[in-house]
């Protein structure tokens, strides 16, 4: 089984920052890609942001210059850095991995149980 176990959450003023981790665990052979969807109340989970093994990075509209997704491949750890935060960004944020737990095994994608980020205005 593979899990994931997210940190990072929290309350903060507007235009202040916060940074998210999340450490994946268990048998895994790679993981591509590794991000962050969210989801708040009332609407649908959206992707906020997904790196690839090989770094490269996806961003939704709403987060470009704002958020910064990296990566520890040894570590199998993603962390999103959230700068400029917004009320807006308030939501629980839900980390997901895409792993392939052997050479030539399909992939599989595992999520965290989520961390609260709240942004208040």
């Known amino acids: 089984q593979v899990q994931l176990v997210e940190s990072g959450g929290g309350l903060v003023q507007t235009g202040g920052s916060l940074r998210l981790s999340c450490a994946a665990s268990?048998?895994?052979?790679?993981?591509?890609?590794m991000g962050w969807y969210r989801q708040s109340p009332g609407k649908e989970r959206e992707l906020v942001a997904n790196i690839g093994s090989g770094g490269s990075t996806n961003y939704a509209d709403s987060v470009k210059g704002r958020f910064t997704i990296t990566r520890d491949n040894a570590k199998n750890t993603v962390y999103l850095q959230m700068n400029s935060l917004k009320p807006e960004d308030t939501a629980v944020y839900y980390c997901?991995?895409?792993?392939?737990?052997?050479?030539?095994?399909?992939?599989?994608?595992?999520w965290g149980q989520g961390t609260q980020v709240t942004v208040s205005s």
């Open positions: 997901y991995a895409n792993v392939r737990r052997s050479l030539g095994a399909l992939s599989n994608t595992y």
């Open positions: 268990g048998i895994i052979f790679s993981i591509n890609p």
